[in-house]
């Protein structure tokens, strides 16, 4: 299983984005494996329209809708480790999505977080120790 961050979404569907190829690859080899956090979706979706092109995001959300996706909808224990996480890593300024990744990929015990934000996802001890992507490719 590999769940998936914003900025990597991003770039699955930006053919400009110099990571797009890598993720792409890897995500066409097993798009089942993929899980999208319920956290990250509106910052897809923001970025996607504002960055790439309403377009993008419009297909996203018709992809979202159509099941081309496995969204995590997660649980309450999801945003009680999301705190502690950012509690604890205050100085990294993690946030509420990024430990939402964080918790989700430690409870669905995950081989792997798509991920390009490496300055926070490379700190952060997480359990279970998941590869990074396209890092860790």
Do not use: K, N
Not at 77 to 96: E, F, P, S
């Amino acid at each position: 299983m590999i769940v998936a961050d914003t900025g990597a979404v991003v770039a699955l569907v930006d053919a400009d984005d110099r990571s797009h190829r890598a993720l792409r690859a890897h995500f066409e080899s097993d798009p089942d494996a993929w899980v999208l956090p319920w956290a990250i979706l509106p910052e897809v979706d923001y970025l996607l329209a504002e960055h790439v092109g309403s377009r993008a995001g419009d297909a996203f959300r018709a992809d979202l809708a159509a099941g081309a996706y496995a969204v995590e909808w997660g649980d309450e224990a999801d945003l009680v480790r999301a705190h502690a996480l950012c509690t604890r890593h205050r100085a990294l300024r993690l946030g509420l999505v990024d430990g939402v990744v964080i918790s989700v990929a430690e409870r669905l015990q995950a081989e792997a977080i798509a991920t390009l934000d490496l300055r926070h996802f490379g700190v952060v001890q997480i359990r279970g120790r998941p590869r990074l992507l396209p890092r860790d490719l």
